[in-house]
């Protein structure tokens, strides 16, 4: 879908040997004392919780039922933890924002967990932000970045279900997002589409994860 220069072959077969590799679930952790100890590199997959979140990480590591995908959006409620490598990489799922059926309490306590994560996590080396390709760039996205421009992390927005959109469609989309990411001071400036449907982005995803250890 992104006409930018590719990641080159050999970026791409470090991605893919990444993921070929074992990947198992560790823990789901609800409070901050039990996060495992910070001796990889993380990398955090954040958005709203029906955004395709379980989808895309599935897709990501070629298992289909790695993360639990749900038509109930809110089904993450935890930060759930997988080793990948093994040893080489925690992957980190979290609890999506905008939840359903659950009281404003419990909701206000993940968003609290998931910002002292955020904030306080000395190996979170990237936060993929997904946003659905067909809704755009919506307020609790734009919270959610404010946010992360006060943290020490960058983040890095993936554009999900773009096979549900014309071409045309999706890269003025990417365009518009990526104007809008130069005044955001934590941000990565390009964005990756995506399809766990399809397929689309695995690969650069693969890749730009794999850079970072």
């Known amino acids: 879908m992104d006409t930018r220069p590719a990641p080159s072959e050999d ?21 901050l004392k039990g996060l495992p100890p910070a001796d990889r590199t993380e990398v955090c997959f954040a958005g709203r919780s029906n955004v395709g979140k ?26 759930n933890y997988f080793d990948v490598g093994p040893g080489q990489l925690y992957l980190v799922d979290l609890p999506g924002f905008g939840y359903a059926k659950v009281s404003r309490t ?12 955020l904030r306080g996590r000395p190996s979170l080396r990237r936060v993929f932000l997904l946003v659905d390709a067909r809704r755009g760039l919506m307020d609790t996205d734009e919270e959610v970045m404010a946010m992360l421009d006060g943290s020490a992390v960058t983040y890095q927005i993936l554009l ?14 990417q365009a518009d997002i990526e104007t809008k990411l130069k005044k955001h001071g934590a941000a990565h400036p390009l964005t990756i589409v995506t399809s766990a449907e399809k397929g689309w982005g695995m690969p650069e995803l693969r890749a730009e994860i794999a850079a970072l250890l």
């Open 106 to 117: 419990q909701a206000d306590a993940w968003m609290k967990l998931t910002r002292s994560y």
């Open 160 to 173: 999900t279900k773009a096979d549900k959109l014309a071409k045309g469609e999706v890269d003025a989309l």
């Open 11 to 31: 970026q791409i077969e470090t991605g893919r040997l990444l993921f070929a590799g074992p990947v198992d679930f560790v823990m789901g952790v609800v409070d």
């Open 54 to 79: 379980s989808s895309l990480i599935n897709a990501l590591t070629n298992r289909n039922k790695l993360a639990r995908s749900s038509s109930e959006p809110g089904r993450t409620r935890e930060l």
